[in-house]
T-cell receptor, first 114, second 108 residues
Framework: DVKVTQSSRYLVKRTGEKVFLECVQD?????MFWYRQDPGLGLRLIYF???????EKGDIPEGYSVSREKKERFSLILESASTNQTSMYLC?????????????FGPGTRLTVL | EDQVTQSPEALRLQEGESSSLNCSYT??????LFWYRQDPGKGPEFLFT???AGEEKEKERLKATLTKKESFLHITAPKPEDSATYLC?????????FGTGTSLTVIP
């Protein structure tokens, strides 16, 4: 079974803090993704990566950065947390299979910025 | 504009009362349509991938079907443990589009 793990289930931070969210997958997937999920807005893509040291902006990259130094690990960084970044953060991974990329999600991190 | 719309937003069923959830999409170059189940406070759990119109897949009380414009998730004789939000997603090229989900409540 595919397993995607995230470093924290719940996180509370102060405005202005630097925040690190980590994601690890154990299935040797090439692709990894970071989403945020807010009520009424659904899932919105922040960043994704198709390979080690490679990153691409998603729909809402402002205020975030990412790092992928190893294939299995994809980190999301909030450089200076703000209250509007309070959200559920979801990591996903997928294998490239002839263009059909079923994504598998981690358990999520509920981040609250005070 | 490419998009995915799910209906209804919320659905309440009595235990054993079968129904269907709808996912309609307007994308070009569909590669796959995905169904997920999401419990409160948790990440989406993968259910099905459908690749082409006419395809059907089943898992326990769930059956997913696909046409050229929409997909249905049929729930037969649901149980309270089927209560969750069901998400639909579509892949077109390398882009993914997610619906906002249908919140299903099954009452004992």
């Amino acid at each position: 079974d595919v397993k995607v793990t995230q470093s924290s289930r719940y996180l509370v931070k102060r405005t202005g803090e630097k925040v690190f969210l980590e994601c690890v997958q154990d299935m040797d997937h090439e692709n990894m993704f970071w989403y945020r999920q807010d009520p009424g807005l659904g899932l919105r893509l922040i960043y994704f990566s198709y390979d080690v040291k490679m990153k691409e902006k998603g729909d809402i990259p402002e205020g975030y950065s990412v790092s992928r130094e190893k294939k299995e690990r994809f980190s999301l960084i909030l450089e200076s947390a703000s209250t509007n970044q309070t959200s559920m953060y979801l990591c996903a991974s997928s294998r490239r299979q002839g263009g059909i990329d079923t994504q598998y999600f981690g358990p999520g991190t509920r981040l609250t910025v005070l | 504009e490419d998009q995915v719309t799910q209906s209804p937003e919320a659905l309440r069923l009595q235990e054993g009362e079968s129904s269907s959830l709808n996912c309609s999409y307007t994308v070009s170059g569909l590669r796959g349509l995905f169904w997920y189940r999401q419990d409160p406070g948790k990440g989406p759990e993968f259910l099905f991938t459908l690749y082409s119109a006419g395809e059907e897949k089943e898992k326990e009380r769930l059956k997913a079907t696909l046409t050229k414009k929409e997909s249905f998730l049929h729930i037969t004789a649901p149980k309270p443990e089927d209560s969750a939000t069901y998400l639909c997603a579509v892949q077109a090229g390398n882009q993914f589009y997610f619906g906002t989900g249908t919140s299903l409540t099954v009452i004992p």
